[in-house]
């Protein structure tokens, strides 16, 4: 439902670089209607508007997570939160599961989410051993933070039909370990050995999920989000019963897994750009490698201590070239996962040759992740193509020690390089890559504006960015990104009246502080969505 409301008494960060700021904004119809001084607001008030006072809080345009998982964030709230805050040892995820197992019945899968071996206090992955511990009679499966290692116990592995004479599939690996027995512990496409064998969500699990994801996004100020993998039709059909019902709390942009999803809607004519305002199809992804913290991205050089590891590909560069220029001459917007400068390199080579065969203007093909740039040039080869960037902004923040501790020091000099994005004049899309890292865009900010970790300490501060600045990228940044700058993403009249008012003005605060600052009210379409 489309409303009318008045914001006064501001700090307005509005990502339109013609009018950066302003002190109060006015929405009609759902749609902002005035945005400057608090009588140009009040002179478009209707007699039905709310008037609100934000005594000087800083409002920004409301927050678009450029790369996430709504479904899996709504899907996996219920799941057993193994994250560092919650679980700081091996013994505590042990407990924990007991605790669980206890409340299921022994036929039930037991799923935990977000450990980080590098967090653990015994420094180490999760074993089968462990986990047969804590729930002998149950399947159990635990995924790390990043969603590209996961640990499953025994029974898990017998519903998987994984025993010490499985080969290890083409994009993955089985840990075992000096006598060749499993440990559990499985690695990127292996981990689909073990997802094949717990039920698939119904569309009605899917919806549910999806509208417990609206919710959660409201409270942080996110109103747009684009989703990084759709694979399944029950998937499309939550999304468009939801989107008929009135009950799709997100402005979405759907990232369509190519293998799967390319060929049934390239046949019905379906591309990038179908939809509207609420629910759009976007690109083609492909998964170029893996992640840094399962030393499976792909990299120009090899891991530490492991001089013949340089990282896995999904699958063989040229079916990942092929695909790739299929989707392009097919007229999708592309993009793919690709951590490791290797993956960047090969991306972009792909584009290079797609361009060079079949020439198309602002196809703003993405580089999702775009995390570890080692080669300077490569930002001009980006900025060549008119490639965008999507960095998972809050990265360094959780993983920072894992990253030097895989790849040394140096080799994080441009990982997530907003500054140098910016001083090149790339769009760089901002993202959380939910629920890898938080949904909150305020802890996205803060490691943008202080390359700080979760410790305090920074790696290269000389690409950090303003405030300002990283709002944009959070902002107007990711409606570029699924073309849509025209409609939203910036506190502009004639744009949707999304509002993000944040819990202080932020000029009065240390930029580490940010996230406590929080999300007072959220706004979309006028209405107020979260807050009061």
């Not at 709504?74 to 924990?96: M, V, Y």
């Not at 840990?175 to 073990?194: I, S």
């Not at 300490?457 to 699924?482: D, K, R």
Request: with cysteine; aromatic share 6%; net charge negative.
């Amino acid at each position: 439902m489309a409303g009318d409301i008045v914001l006064l008494n501001g700090h307005l960060v509005t990502s339109n670089r013609e009018r950066p700021v302003a002190e109060a904004l006015a929405i009609r119809g759902g749609v902002i209607s005035a945005v400057g001084t608090n009588d140009e607001a009040l002179a478009e008030r209707t007699s039905s508007a709310e008037v609100v006072d934000l005594e000087g809080r800083t409002a920004t345009p409301a927050f678009n997570d450029a790369h996430c998982h709504p479904m899996l964030v709504g899907l996996t709230a219920s799941q057993l939160d193994a994250s560092p805050e919650k679980i700081p040892g091996i013994e505590d995820l042990i407990s924990n599961i007991k605790e669980r197992a206890a409340s299921e019945s022994g036929e039930r899968w037991i799923l935990a989410r977000g450990y980080d071996d590098a967090r653990l206090k015994e420094r180490r992955h999760p074993t089968r051993a462990d986990l047969d511990a804590a729930a002998p009679g149950h399947p159990v499966f635990l995924t790390r933070a990043c969603l590209h290692i996961g640990v499953a116990n025994s029974e898990a592995l017998r519903l998987a039909g994984i025993t010490r004479e499985t080969p290890n599939p083409a994009d993955g690996v089985i840990d075992r370990d000096e006598h060749g027995e499993l440990t559990g512990l499985l690695r990127e496409g292996a981990l689909e050995l073990v997802r094949r064998a717990i039920p698939e969500p119904t569309v009605e699990e899917i919806e549910e999920a999806l509208v417990l994801t609206s919710d959660l996004y409201h409270t942080v100020g996110v109103t747009s989000v684009a989703d990084a993998g759709i694979r399944r039709p029950e998937e499309m059909e939550a999304y468009q019963r939801l989107r008929e019902k009135g009950r799709l709390g997100l402005r979405t942009y759907l990232m369509m897994i190519l293998d799967e999803m390319l060929g049934p809607l390239a046949a019905a004519g379906i591309r990038s750009g179908f939809g509207d305002a609420r629910l759009r199809i976007g690109p083609v992804k492909m998964f170029l490698d893996g992640s840094i913290g399962g030393r499976t991205a792909r990299m120009r050089e090899p891991y530490e201590g492991e001089e013949d590891n340089f990282g896995l590909w999904m699958q063989g560069p040229e079916e990942i070239r092929a695909k790739l220029l299929r989707a392009h001459e097919l007229g999708w917007q592309c993009t793919a996962h690709a951590i490791g400068d290797a993956a960047i390199d090969l991306l972009l080579d792909c584009y290079e040759q797609a361009f060079a065969e079949n020439p198309r203007p602002n196809a703003r093909h993405r580089i999702e992740h775009c995390e570890f740039i080692t080669d300077p040039s490569t930002f001009d080869r980006i900025k060549c193509l008119g490639c965008v960037p999507v960095p998972g902004t809050t990265f360094l923040r959780d993983f920072r020690p894992l990253y030097v501790k895989n790849l040394g020091p140096g080799r994080l000099r441009y990982a997530n390089a907003m500054h140098s994005f910016a001083d090149r004049g790339i769009v760089a899309a901002a993202s959380s890559d939910a629920p890898v890292c938080t949904i909150d865009p305020l802890a996205g900010i803060q490691t943008m504006v202080t390359r700080q970790d979760f410790s305090g300490e920074a790696a290269f501060p000389q690409e950090a960015v303003s405030f300002e600045e990283a709002v944009f990228a959070y902002t107007w940044a990711g409606a570029y990104a699924s073309f849509e700058e025209n409609i939203k993403g910036s506190l502009i009249p004639g744009k949707v009246g999304d509002v993000a008012v944040l819990g202080a003005d932020v000029r009065e605060i240390n930029p580490e502080d940010i996230p406590e600052v929080g999300v007072k009210m959220t706004v979309m379409d006028g209405e107020v969505v979260h807050g009061s």
